[in-house]
């Protein structure tokens, strides 16, 4: 498909417009520097009129049947089921992951879209007997209004879908600011949203970069939701930002996510999880095995199969069939990657393997990082504490399980976790003790699935959880709704409490 030379618009109350501004900026390929697309630089005033669009609609939508709102998920599902190919090279293309990868990106969004099309004919709420005769009693989910949608360019299909889709099904409206590395995808997500019935309005996208269009999002006053995927520092400047206004702010933030290696292991499994959790997607997932804590019994054996694995790991674009890792998003994030690995060195972690940017044959037009493994690493050092987002990862020699889920835990992020242990009763300590939002036993740290609650504890978030029954609770206030059929004054048990009755 060839977009390269096209000008793509935002979409604000169902027309394609410009910036007001009139800027402009590009997207561009990490894997060769091929431009992508032309998009809007959008400003306060473009977000300005996508939310009062978003406004208006909200009139509407929140009024359609729970059930039918449902049913235009559905189309949309099938619709991203059709282009799941397109959208996948596409990504390949845009964010630099390798095809495989990309189409699991958009199968979430697949998947997500047919569960809370489910979700329009249950939006449970609860009815409960009364204290008093004559009285029905319910709880209901209502609607919020314009939810304001932030997205980073890592998950560019399936992040926009955890929020866009369960807003929708509950009633909501949307202005949504994809990622500035990874607006194509924004784009071609709420085409087929329109395509799929969307009314105009409902869904608005207004493209450009974080202090612009993301903070005017944030501080609006006709935003009272607002879901962010990104940064723990872009996550304490939008809870910050959005203080004044006491939005609801959902946050998914950093990871430093450790997969712990017991003795009794099977560790061809161990060697093949950790190889897909730190280096799938080039370490660039939220929940990434940056941290390996390996008993020191085992240590040794894990640590050479490790090296010699992540060094078989071929490098280049991900469209090529032979690809394991693809290139990182951007010239800024190559070097804070090597950044980590001067910082590793100083500190006195052993450099096993990688380290360094790689070249030749053509690579040298994108952004390319070898594989790194650092071995004798201390659970201080900062590249065991800092979340680095790329294909570097750091083994932590342990004595025993205590030692290892206190490793584990000490860390400020709390996203995923997971141990390779045959000992059930330590599986089930860990699933206790990890402090993680996910633990995993017997596999890597990667690999959601829809209908459970996504998240983390610490500072991965601030209690809320995406995905499964809990992102209605985003997107959804209670209402409880008390019904009194007996014809006459009855007050309740909190006002007669004194009375002898
Ligand atoms: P980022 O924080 O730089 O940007 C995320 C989004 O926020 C972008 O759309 C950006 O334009 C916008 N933004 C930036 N500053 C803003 C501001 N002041 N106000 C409003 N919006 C602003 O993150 P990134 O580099 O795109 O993504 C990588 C980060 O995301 C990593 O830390 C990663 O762990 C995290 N992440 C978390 C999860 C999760 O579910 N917990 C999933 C994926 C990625």
Redesign the pocket.
Known sequence: MATGSRTFRNLIGGEWLDAAGGETFESVSPATGERIGTFPKSTAEDVDRAVAAARDAYASWRLVPAPRRGEILFRFGSLVREAKEELAQLMTREMGKVLPEAGGDVQEAIDMSFYMAGEGRRLFGQTTPSELPDKFNMSVRMPIGVVGV??????PIA?PSWKIVPALVCGNTVVF?????TPLLGQRFVELLAEAGVPPGVVNVVHG???EV??R??RHPEVPVVT???????GV??LR?AADNLKHVHL????KNAIIVMDDADLDLAVDGILWSAFGTSGQ??TAASRVIVHERVYDELQSRLVAAAERMRIGPGWEPDTDVGPVINRSALEKIHSYTEIGRDEGARLLTGGEIATGDGLERGFYYRPTIFGDVEPTMRIAQE?I?GPTTALIRVRDADEAIRVANGIRYG?SSSIFTRDVNLAFRAMRDLEAGITYVNAGTIGAEVHLP???TKD??NGHR?AGQAALDVFTEWKSIYVDYSGRLQRAQIDTAGEVR
């Open positions: 932030i997205t980073p360019w890592n998950f992040i600011k994809p990622a500035n590395d970069f974080g202090r993301g903070d999002i944030v962010l995927t990104g940064s723990r520092e872009t400047a939008v930002a998914e933030l950093g990871g997932r939220c979340e987002f996203l996504f998240g983390g991965t978030g995406e």
